[in-house]
């Protein structure tokens, strides 16, 4: 990617465009076909890649115009791209280049809008936490969204939109189709009227599906503020959540949500290994094992014998920068009292293939570090735990 990013670099940096007085229409043709090149070769890479190549790019225009023009044009690509998830790319060039006026947006009305856009996605980008809501249920009581433990789907919609009407009949099949599934189907009515919003559920979603659990809410009087936690500026509007309520999809349509259910399903999968209140496995696995004032030392400790503890279990690996920033604090931690067993996953694969298969069916190392909190009996507290944030 590094090549990449230096030959595009070069070309622009090279790029005589001498944009002073006005612009040579030619040569902005040439720089945009360039730059179209380039986001060509950044389609595969993360977000955080496409944004930190977007930015390398534009420091090296010096000229203030011809920086003004890949900064909009960055801006333009990837608040329209196809691509789930492009949009952070958007409101970060939005954040560093032009709400900071290093920058100059085209009109201040366009400068405001692009506030608003990120205003309203900011908190609903690809890898994000859900925002968490309680809301109004049909019953009459109140419920939270997303679910926890488990796979969600979001659905904000509005009777009185025919695009919502569609989607919902779309979703209505696909829904029927997934009673081997295991997921909460959350749908939101963005009305007032309630009359209005029990007839549409009656007649669009009275259906018992084994696998898949149902939830209709609203928020009437918007005391949730939903509509900018979840950017509803337009309906309807679709997203889907992991078990830990991280976005893995938004922006949705019932197409695009049934690619990303199989995805879904492994992660369902994933997360209810090593369930929450259950003991650990009896698995004896080599570790460090740290102790208030104690040295460290290799140890065997069977994972379902904490013998007077509550502590963790961390699974971590080599070379993983969220691992060693996570092991960072056991020093901190161990001086405070807590126990914390060190499991080196690389070093499991290396000595016991056997055990580290078992390991890896027991427990969802899918993303190291992986931690575990149990209680002095050796039963799971919580899952998925950062010692950043102890």
Not at 152 to 168: I, P, W
Not at 349 to 369: G, H, I, N, R
Request: net charge negative; glycine share 6%.
């Amino acid at each position: 990617m590094k090549r990449i990013f230096l030959i595009s670099a070069l070309a622009l940096c090279l790029f005589p465009m001498a944009l002073r007085a006005q612009v040579d229409t030619t040569k902005l043709a040439q720089l945009k076909s360039m730059l179209q090149e380039y986001y060509l070769a950044l389609d595969q890479e993360t977000i955080e890649t496409k944004s930190s190549e977007c930015d390398l790019i534009i420091e090296t225009c010096t000229d203030s115009l011809l920086r003004q023009e890949v900064v909009l044009d960055v801006y333009d690509h990837y608040l329209h791209s196809k691509m789930m998830g492009d949009e952070a790319v958007a409101i970060h060039v939005y954040d560093t280049w032009l709400a900071t006026k290093r920058v100059k947006m085209r009109s201040d009305a366009d400068l405001i809008n692009a506030g608003i856009f990120a205003t309203f996605n900011r908190s609903t980008l690809l890898g994000c936490e859900a925002p968490r809501l309680t809301l109004g249920n049909i019953e009459g009581g109140f419920e939270d969204l997303p679910a926890e433990g488990r796979v969600s789907v979001l659905f904000f919609y509005s009777t009185s939109c025919a695009k919502c009407k569609l989607e919902t009949i779309l979703l209505r099949t696909f829904l029927m189709s997934q009673e081997n599934s295991n997921f909460d189907f959350y749908a939101i009515y963005l009305g007032s009227d309630e009359e209005q919003w029990k007839s549409y559920v009656a007649a669009n979603f009275s259906m018992n599906i084994p696998g898949v659990k149902m939830h209709h809410l609203w928020d009437p009087d918007d005391s949730t503020e939903m509509g900018e936690a979840y950017g509803l500026y337009q309906t309807p509007r679709m997203y889907l959540t992991d078990p830990n309520g991280i976005i893995i999809g938004r922006g949705l349509d019932t197409e695009a949500l049934k690619k990303l259910m199989g995805y879904a399903g492994l992660l369902q999968d994933l997360y209810d290994r090593c369930p929450v209140g259950q003991k650990l496995p009896a698995l004896t696995v080599p570790g460090k094992q740290h102790t208030y004032l104690v040295s460290l030392k290799y140890v065997d400790q069977d994972l379902s014998r904490f013998k007077g503890w509550p502590g963790y279990v961390i699974f971590y690996t080599n070379g993983c920068g969220n691992c060693e920033a996570e092991r960072s604090q056991i020093v901190r931690m161990t001086r405070l009292g807590t126990k914390i067993l060190e499991v080196n996953v690389d070093e499991l694969w290396s000595t016991d293939e056997e055990l580290a298969a078992k390991v890896f069916d027991a427990f969802d190392l899918t993303s190291l570090p992986f931690i575990v909190e149990v209680d002095r009996k050796g039963y799971v507290r919580r899952k998925y735990v950062s010692f950043l944030n102890n």
